[in-house]
Every structure is written in C-alpha cells, then in structure tokens.
C-alpha cells in the first residue's frame, strides 16, 4: 500500500523540519505580489524569517494584508502592505517609487499574483481571457520591469548581495502541461515561461538573475475543490507520484533559496516543485 492510499487530507503535512532560519537574506528588500493568501502570503513571511524587508502587495482584503504585515513585522524586520492591482500600469509604477521611498531599494521580487477564470474553451469569453492574461502576464510583466529599472540604477552592492536584483515568476506545471477548459490559465503561464526567459538572457550581463518556480498542487484557496474532500484529495494524487499535496511553505522555502546567494548561478530556469507531477504518472504502468 502506498502513503497516498493511508493518509487523508489533512494528516498528510510537509515533511521538512521546522528549523530557525538563517538570515540568508538580512537588509534586503522584498516586494511580494498577490501576498495576502496562498503562497504569496507563506513567501512573504519566509523572506522575512529570512531577514528581509518585506512589501505586502494585495488587490482586495485589508485585514488579511495587514495580518501578515504583522506576522513578518515579528521576524524583527520591517513591513507595509500596499494596495495595487499588478495589471494597472500606474498602480504598479507607484507602487515601486513607494518602495524605493520608504525602504530605499528592491532587491527582490516575488511575480506572485494570478487568478483562474476557467470555461470550456467555446464558451470563454473575452473577457474571461482578458482578466487572467492581465493580471497573471501582463501584471508581471509591468513588476518585472520596474523591479529591472531600481536594479540597473542601483547596480550590484556587494554587502548585500553579489548580484544586482532577483525576481521570481510563480509559474505553473501548466507552464509545461496543457490543460484542457483553462486555456487562459495554461497560455498565461507559458508566457510566463518565455518572459522569464527572454529578461534572463538580456539582463543577466547585468547580474540581475531571473527564474521561475513551477508548483504543482499547492494547497491555497485558488484550488480548493481540488483537495477539501477526500474524494477530491484521492483523484489529485493519481497527478502526484509523491503522495501528498504541496503546502504553501514547500514554495516559500523554494523562494527564499531563490532570492539567496546560495542560488547565485542559477539563471533563467524554472524549477519545478510538483511533487513529481511533471513525471508524466499515466506512463509508470507503462502508458
Ligand atoms: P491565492 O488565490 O491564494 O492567491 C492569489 C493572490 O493573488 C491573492 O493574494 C490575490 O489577491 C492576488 N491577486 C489576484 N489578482 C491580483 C491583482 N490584480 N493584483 C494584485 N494581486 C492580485 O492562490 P495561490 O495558489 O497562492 O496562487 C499564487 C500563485 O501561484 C499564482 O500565480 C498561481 O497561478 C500560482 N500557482 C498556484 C498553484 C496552486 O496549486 N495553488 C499551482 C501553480 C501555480
């Protein structure tokens, strides 16, 4: 019997240690999109632990902004949530003259923000097309390219850091994997894939390295019918060779690693954190 058959959704938890972290990230400056819930919210909250400043950025819900400001704020650091929708281009460009203001830089970008609008293909409108490719490319292009401006006009500092800035794009298995009845979703985050790509490669001559994450089945409020019964829990885990669902935390480990100096050759990739989703489990029975 494996793991996957004996454990119901909420027994099965991460297995990493819960460890004090080290300071991998002391007196930088962080800016989180979409960081009121999720894995936005677990990222920012790590980052802190991590010793970075930390910009909470959320669309709706000012208590829950404000409820994870003050659980980073008790990592000692500092924190303020802000208020902007990451597909407004005027919102964003303020949003980063705020940060630049109150904390001095970015160091670090997190493109986290995204949303579903799922339809059968024949019955998506466009505008069910319009608001995901909005927020989720569009938005991180537009953070992207502020976060780029403040590294090349601050340049590499080396007491912080040996390079000159780092975002991560929170991408998707469905960077990879099509999915059917969710083409805005699965377009979104290839372009993903080829923006993250493309400002790699131009900007990496200037030390600013880009990569993405790819998570697979995390357990967030974006995905909730895919694992709150058991029922729901079991079909999911026929996608996950691992056998159990990816926790928030599992991202935000990823993340922190990513932002770090421990990463500091690795440009320009995605990595996967899937629990093996990408394996393609339909062929272990051979096909
Ligand atoms: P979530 O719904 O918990 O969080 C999404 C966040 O984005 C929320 O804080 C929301 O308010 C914010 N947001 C939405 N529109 C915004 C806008 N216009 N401006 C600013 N913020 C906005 O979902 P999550 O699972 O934590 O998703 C975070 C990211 O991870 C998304 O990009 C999602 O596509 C990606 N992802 C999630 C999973 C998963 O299984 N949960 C898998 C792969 C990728």
């Not at 980052?47 to 902004?65: E, F, W």
């Not at 986290?112 to 989720?136: E, H």
Request: glycine letters at 8%.
């Amino acid at each position: 019997m494996t793991v996957q058959d004996t454990k119901a959704p909420a027994e099965v938890r991460s297995g990493a240690p819960d460890t004090e972290p080290r300071q991998l990230l002391r007196g930088q400056k962080a800016l989180v999109t979409g960081a009121n819930s999720g894995i936005g919210k677990a990222t920012a909250i790590a980052l802190g632990r991590a010793g970075a400043d930390v910009v909470v950025n959320y669309v709706v819900g000012d208590d829950s902004a404000e409820a994870v400001v003050e659980e980073i704020r008790r990592s000692g650091v500092k924190a303020y949530a802000h208020r902007a929708d990451v597909s407004n281009e005027d919102q964003v460009t303020q949003m980063f003259a705020k940060m630049v203001a109150e904390l001095g830089t970015v160091d670090i970008l997190v493109n986290n923000a995204g949303r579903q609008k799922d339809a059968k293909f024949t019955d998506m409108t466009l505008a069910d097309w319009n608001a995901v490719i909005s927020v989720n490319l569009t938005g991180q292009f537009l953070c992207a390219r502020e976060a780029v401006r403040e590294f090349l006009r601050r340049g590499i500092v080396p007491s912080v850091s040996a390079a000159a800035g780092k975002i991560i794009c929170m991408s998707s298995v469905h960077e990879r994997i099509p999915w059917a009845g969710h083409a805005n979703y699965a377009a979104s985050k290839g372009g993903i894939m080829m923006l993250m790509k493309s400002i790699a490669q131009e900007f990496a001559p200037h030390r600013i390295r880009i990569n993405s994450i790819a998570p697979g089945a995390i357990r967030t409020p974006i995905n909730t019918e895919a694992w709150n019964t058991p029922e729901a829990y079991h079909s999911l885990m026929a996608l996950v060779p691992y056998g159990r669902i990816g926790e928030p935390d599992d991202i935000a480990r990823t993340a922190v690693w990513l932002a770090c100096d421990e990463s500091d050759y690795l440009v320009g990739a995605t990595l996967f954190v899937d629990g093996g989703m990408t394996l393609y489990p339909g062929f272990t029975e051979n096909g």
